[in-house]
């Protein structure tokens, strides 16, 4: 088992990659903490891999830090961090998308990676080292157009991504990021702004091997990258996007 004794924490655990990861996290033997917003859900996950489910406002500070006090008191150490929740909003042009819109995308996409670091970084390092996961895009790499707001919060987060990892390599903080293309998760409608089969298929026809990411290749790439088979990558994007980024 790849993630014996590790404890881990996935936001946004409660449904789609979240729970992918969770999955494939247990399965290599990590104990999990399922957080979400949704605690009906996360239960339901931390249910089905016997882990335990926190509800989380990952762009609240008090949120954030009460989660990681509780995993804290359950567990006494945080191997890893999955910063994995998050939201978009509905396809239409940028100068349309009101304030209220765009600092909420920007609290959860963003906010909530300044938060983790905050918050586990000083207990990482004090526990010498450990790993970090962010939940990018392709949409940080080669934008669509009219998700201009939520394109630029998963390029912030690359560019955090790489930035925590050169800062954090002396302390053995790996940190690394995940870039999968529109998968089978709740957010898909909303990214093709509504799920008809003629939408999905232009969606599909440009990802070159042909179907959408899932929930499993999502835990796949997050297990390596948080095991010990990856202890000589750091701030790397991997993209999950079946060569739509070539």
Same mark, same amino acid.
């Not at 609240?60 to 804290?72: D, R, Y």
């Not at 201009?148 to 790996?174: C, D, F, Q």
């Not at 990021?177 to 089969?197: I, N, Q, R, Y």
């Not at 796949?220 to 990558?233: G, K, P, Q, V, W």
């Given at each position: 088992?790849r ?10 655990? +409660?449904?789609?990659?979240? &729970? +992918?990861?969770? /999955? ?8 999990? %903490? ?8 996360? =239960? ?12 989380? $406002?990952?762009? *609240? *500070? ?15 150490? %945080?191997?890893? =961090? ?6 978009t909003?509905?396809? /239409? ?11 909420? %995308? ?6 909530s990676?300044?938060?983790? &670091?905050?918050?586990?970084? @000083?207990?990482?390092? *004090? ?14 790499? *080669? ?10 919060? !998963?390029?912030?987060?690359i560019s955090?991504?790489?930035? =925590? ?11 690394? &990021? ?13 990214? =093709?702004? +509504? $799920? ?5 298929? !232009?969606?599909?026809?440009?990802? @070159? ?13 997050? #297990?390596?990258? #948080?095991?010990?088979? &990856? ?14 980024? %070539?």
């Amino acid at each position: 088992m790849r993630l014996r004794d590790k404890i881990a924490i996935v936001t946004g655990g +409660g449904s789609g990659f979240g &729970a +992918g990861i969770v /999955k494939k996290f247990a399965e290599e033997g990590a104990r999990v %903490i399922v957080a979400d917003i949704n605690l009906e859900n996360a =239960m339901k996950e931390a249910k089905s891999v016997g882990g335990v489910a926190i509800e989380v $406002d990952v762009s *609240s *500070s008090i949120s954030f830090k009460n989660l990681v006090n509780v995993t804290l008191e359950k567990f006494g150490k %945080i191997d890893i =961090m999955v910063n994995n929740a998050g939201i978009t909003h509905n396809p /239409k042009n940028m100068e349309e998308i009101s304030e209220e819109e765009f600092e909420k %995308i920007f609290s959860v996409n963003s906010k909530s990676v300044f938060l983790s &670091a905050k918050y586990l970084v @000083p207990l990482m390092t *004090s526990k010498s080292g450990g790993n970090i996961l962010n939940i990018a895009s392709t949409a940080g790499i *080669s934008p669509r157009p009219n998700l201009s707001w939520y394109n630029a919060t !998963k390029g912030w987060m690359i560019s955090a991504t790489k930035a =925590m990892a050169i800062e954090l390599a002396p302390k053995k903080i790996r940190v690394n &990021a995940l870039a999968p293309v529109a998968g089978e998760t709740p957010l898909l409608k909303s990214f =093709m702004g +509504g $799920d008809t089969s003629e939408k999905r298929e !232009k969606f599909l026809s440009t990802i @070159p091997i042909g179907r959408f990411s899932t929930p499993d290749d999502m835990g796949n790439a997050a #297990c390596f990258l #948080c095991s010990e088979e &990856a202890s000589m990558i750091t701030g790397v994007i991997l993209p999950v996007d079946g060569g739509r980024c %070539i």
